[in-house]
């Protein structure tokens, strides 16, 4: 055949069959959707310290670990309210002259996906000590320490963020360490990091694969309670409920745990708390985290039960009444 | 299981050195008891009833020379009637002494190990007892060497005793016994075959130069395998460009695996280091793409310059370009790992890292390379255009056709960036790695079993089928992502379509071997390409079974993904690769390679690999299980870390494989300093005048 024996014919024929291919699956599903996407109106633009935190989390290579996308499937239900659309990533943009668009969807996930942690993470204090060293907090954790990211200073200057580093992992770094200023920058970038609520009467996409609850609903086992305290609390108060010295408080042994003011106790599970100027401030966990009246309470039974607690069991409907209080309280301040 | 600690700053390493120091000193006195346990059964040995028959044994074991010797002298000695005596000592009261000395050292020795635990925190205590430690093992030392000598003294002294008492017997001409057991041993020991029996009595001639004898056998430590056929000539300097591109390619891959070795340790120690530059997110792409367009990329390259010439039957169209297309593309990759580990990156893809003035360097050596190869097929002397250089050129096209797809920003904002990434980075190893990889197959394939290729119609039909349903799998990466729904089903349907080319390649390297699979036992490259072509089998299905929906909630995130690339990329790519450079370089230089260093190359990286892959698939699979039970995220962390581990361990040895590796390809470039017999006897007749006789 003349096409095997010409080889202009032959190179011509693979390369047009390549482009043709290449044209039809790459480039026009892209410019379709470069075209036809727009971010959603309520999506406001990263701020300049997250602007420039995002340059230090592709600077870092942070995307080796961590995703930023929620699938469509159940299992992602951990990582996000509702699955990502493309308006989610419409608004990213070529980053500049020289580098490319980051959306930093990710292929792998060594690390949490980062899609909603603005929401599921503690604030600024914990962040920092975490972006130290993660093993500070989480002794479990494999994320690589950022030290460079901070300073060390013979004494904290008036506008400088102090970190409590433990002697541990100062390895032999003497003086203050102070937040340094990427490492603020880049924790508003992970901060900013929260799915954008759907506009209200449209259709949410749903997750796929349900997985089948093989209990029946309203009971949630101590199981349950368990794992949710391992997914939104231990980052901070730890898995033997000891907390952190200096910066978070623990919860063995705790008066509100224990106590028998339970509007206190949720309260600080939903809206955070602020008052004792010894630990850092807690962020609203549970409002962020969407909690329902269920979930609260598997976590305070989970709580009174452990490290040597004895609090009072709680059931549903009460908790329910209180947070209905409480959603009340709050609106009208 | 939890994070190693870990730490070049830690004082941990002075446990390890006390560890050490106390294992050398348990090694010894372990080897101090054993000798002087062989004392107790050499002076333990000897009822009078066993040395009897133990001289008895020793008569049967002499020579045929001694025993001329003893029956010699018996005849002598039958004439003058004469006596011998004999004397003994023992030393056993000294070595009661000794012993009793040592096991008092020995009991010191392990008093000495381990103290209180908070005093072991303290590192002045540790340097102490370090300290404390390193004399004592000296002192094990010296004991241990004088012992050894003493032992060998008694040792001599008792086996003097025997030979006395032999001597006596043998001497004794009184006992008829003896003397005819000496001499129908000295019959049988004598009798020997005449050697012609089964050749005649012929000289032996070769007059087809068919025999090739080794005069100089070394140690068999290892089979023979058959020396690489002598063949044409390959032009000078050709040569010598394609070796630069292969050692090129072997630097980047001993630097490329070195990093990843070190990522690797990282996952089971994250606090190795706390420097900016040695940080896991940019090592990791400075090893992906140091493997990827450093060690693949130009060892295909050197390749393509020795198949593409020698299957179009003409010299390569330009030298000169191909030093130019060598040294772009060497300089992307020295900047572009640079730049990574400077924090400057394109922005998060895979295999994309480079930022485009450096990947512009890259695709220039790329275009150089192509125009030299199509110019050389054009000026080919041969009709058609043999099957190799349909898949090596095109490799090239698809190469630089990706890379102006994935750097133009024209369609890269919002989703378009995830469409091109999923298209690019599969297109990546699929259309340039693999394509141009079964171009090196298909040509030296062939070659090595010295038969041609079973059908050359399925080698193109995996040629075609392979461009049609590769291009389209590429979403398969971004499976249930915001992309399109329809975009991520045809990339599923074309990953099932890859089973076309993927058995029909396989078929035909495996037919290729068939009926020649006793040559695989007497060669050292074929098992390199039978493991390349089970990889590229098992390998490339995986890729298929990872694509569907249901295998993508499983494994998808984890690093089941890495496991699979490193299948492909190593178990295929790599392999293919070395199978074709231990083929080629023998034939470029005239010099091979210490089998036995081939062999520890080949069963450490296989080895290797499976320890690094096998472990990382079971771990990935329980882990996204326990992801879609919705167990709390750090416990999966926790989880992996044995399994991580291993993979730590399966690195090492396939690190390890490269520095042998090396050394081999060294060998083969390097002449070794020693006089050739031949060929200086040879040089010598070409200096003398020939008319001189």
Avoid at chain 2, 143 to 148: A, G, H, P, Q, S
Avoid at chain 2, 322 to 336: M, P, R, T
Avoid at chain 2, 521 to 531: A, K, N, V
Avoid at chain 2, 667 to 678: F, G
Wanted: with cysteine.
């Amino acid at each position: 055949m003349s096409l095997f024996d010409d080889h202009k014919k032959l190179y011509t024929t693979a390369l047009l069959l390549f482009i043709g291919l290449t044209v039809f699956v790459a480039i026009l599903p892209a410019v379709y959707n470069q075209r036809n996407n727009r971010p959603l109106a309520n999506a406001g633009p990263l701020s300049e310290a997250a602007q420039q935190g995002k340059q230090v989390f592709i600077a870092n290579g942070c995307v080796a670990c961590h995703t930023q996308q929620v699938r469509n499937i159940d299992m992602d239900r951990t990582w996000g309210e509702r699955p990502g659309i493309p308006a989610d990533y419409a608004g990213i943009v070529r980053t500049d002259f020289w580098r490319n668009t980051a959306t930093l969807m990710g292929t792998e996930r060594t690390g949490p996906d980062l899609s909603n942690v603005g929401n599921r993470n503690p604030g600024r204090d914990w962040n920092l000590v975490h972006l130290y060293n993660p093993r500070i907090v989480v002794k479990e954790s494999i994320m690589p320490a950022y030290p460079w990211l901070f300073e060390q200073k013979d004494s904290a200057a008036k506008n400088d963020i102090v970190v409590n580093v433990p002697a541990a992992y100062r390895y032999g770094r003497p003086g203050t360490i102070v937040a340094g200023r990427e490492a603020l920058q880049l924790i508003a970038y992970l901060q900013s990091l929260r799915q954008t609520p759907l506009p209200e009467g449209g259709t949410e996409p749903s997750f796929l694969y349900k997985r089948e609850d093989k209990k029946p609903a309203g009971t949630p086992s101590a199981d349950a309670g368990k794992a949710l305290f391992a997914t939104a609390c231990q980052t901070c108060h730890q898995a033997n409920g000891e907390g952190l010295p200096g910066a978070f408080p623990p919860l063995k042994g705790s008066s509100v745990v224990n106590g028998d003011n339970l509007e206190l106790y949720v309260d600080i599970i939903m809206n955070g708390y602020d008052a004792r100027p010894e630990y850092g401030v807690m962020p609203p966990v549970g409002t962020n985290m969407k909690f329902t009246e269920q979930e609260v309470m598997a976590l305070i039974n989970y709580e009174r039960n452990s490290w040597g607690n004895k609090g009072k069991p709680v059931n549903a409907p009460e908790i329910k009444q209180i947070m209905e209080l409480i959603k009340l309280k709050t609106s009208k301040q | 299981m939890n994070p190693s600690g870990f730490s070049f700053h830690a004082d941990k390493w002075l446990t390890g050195a006390i560890a050490l120091l106390l294992f050398l000193i348990i090694v010894i006195t372990w080897l101090i008891r054993r000798t002087t346990g062989r004392v107790n059964k050499v002076s333990n040995r000897q009822s009078d009833e066993m040395q009897r028959a133990n001289i008895m044994n020793q008569v049967n074991e002499l020579t045929r020379e001694q025993l001329d010797q003893v029956l010699r002298y018996r005849e002598e000695k039958k004439h003058h009637a004469l006596t011998s005596g004999e004397t003994s000592k023992t030393i056993l009261p000294l070595l009661a002494l000794v012993i009793g000395l040592l096991s008092s050292l020995s009991g010191m020795a392990q008093d000495t190990a381990p103290a209180g635990n908070s005093l072991l925190s303290q590192p002045g205590i540790l340097i102490t007892v370090i300290l404390l430690l390193i004399p004592l093992l000296a002192a094990l030392l010296i004991l241990y060497t004088r012992v050894k000598r003493l032992l060998q003294q008694y040792t001599d002294q008792q086996r003097t005793k025997e030979a006395n008492q032999l001597a006596s017997l043998l001497s004794n001409t009184a006992t008829p016994l003896i003397e005819q057991q000496l001499l129908q041993r000295k019959q049988s020991l004598e009798y020997t075959l005449h050697h012609h029996e089964l050749s005649g009595t012929l000289p032996p001639a070769d007059a087809k130069g068919l025999l090739h004898i080794n005069t100089h056998p070394g140690l068999p430590v290892v089979p023979l395998k058959r020396k690489a056929p002598p063949r044409p000539q390959i032009d000078k300097a050709l040569s010598k460009l394609i070796l630069a591109y292969l050692i090129s390619a072997a630097a980047w891959l001993l630097f490329g695996t070195t990093v990843g070795e070190y990522i690797g340790i990282k996952f089971v120690a994250p606090d190795a280091d706390h420097i900016a530059w040695l940080s896991f997110g940019r090592l990791r792409p400075v090893h992906t793409n140091a493997v990827f367009w450093g060690w693949a990329s130009l060892g295909m390259l050197g390749l393509g310059y020795y198949i593409v010439p020698r299957v179009s039957n003409a010299p390569l169209a330009s030298i000169k370009k191909g030093w130019y297309a060598l040294a772009f593309l060497n300089a992307a990759v020295v900047l572009g790992t640079i730049s990574l580990m400077a924090g400057i990156n394109n922005g998060g893809g895979e295999y994309r890292e480079y930022i485009w003035p450096i990947m512009l360097l890259f695709a220039i050596g790329l275009l150089l390379s192509l125009s030299n190869f199509i110019q050389t097929i054009a000026r080919r002397t041969t009709k058609e255009i043999y099957i190799s250089n349909w898949y090596i050129v095109s490799a090239i096209l698809f190469a630089i056709t990706i890379t102006v797809v994935a750097y133009i920003p024209a369609w890269q904002n919002g989703l378009g960036e995830t469409i091109i990434q999923g298209y690019y980075m599969h297109q990546g190893v699929g259309m340039w790695f693999m394509l141009f990889t079964l171009g090196m197959v298909y040509y030296f394939l062939p070659q090595q079993l010295n038969k041609p290729i079973y059908s050359y119609s399925l080698g193109i039909l995996a040629f075609w089928s392979q461009i049609f349903f590769y291009t389209l799998i590429g979403t398969h990466h971004f499976v249930f992502s915001a992309i399109p729904w329809w975009l991520q089903t045809i990339a599923i349907v074309g990953s099932v379509g890859m089973i076309i080319p993927v058995v029909a390649g396989t078929t035909n390297f495996f037919m290729t071997f068939r009926g020649a699979w006793d040559q695989l036992r007497d060669s050292y490259t074929l098992p390199f390409f039978l493991t390349g072509v089970v990889f590229y089998f098992t390998g490339s299905l995986q890729g298929t079974a990872e694509a569907f929906r249901f295998t993508n909630q499983l494994w998808h995130f984890t690093d089941f993904t890495v496991a699979h690339s490193h299948l492909t990329m190593y178990g295929i790519i790599s392999f293919f690769l070395w199978a074709c450079i231990y083929a080629v370089v023998p034939r470029l230089t005239g010099r091979e390679a210490p089998q036995l260093s081939i062999g520890i190359h080949f069963w450490l990286a296989l080895l290797g690999l499976l320890f690094y892959t096998i472990p990382l698939m079971i771990g990935s699979t329980l882990r996204g299980l326990m992801w879609m039970n919705g167990k709390p995220f750090i416990e999966t962390v926790q989880f992996m870390l044995p399994y991580w581990l291993w993979r730590a361990i399966g690195g090492s040895m396939m690190w390890l494989s490269h520095i042998f590796f090396a050394w081999n390809l060294y060998r083969m470039v390097v002449p070794k300093k020693q006089v050739d017999i031949t060929e200086t006897a040879i040089q010598r007749l070409a200096m003398e005048p020939a008319t001189v006789h």
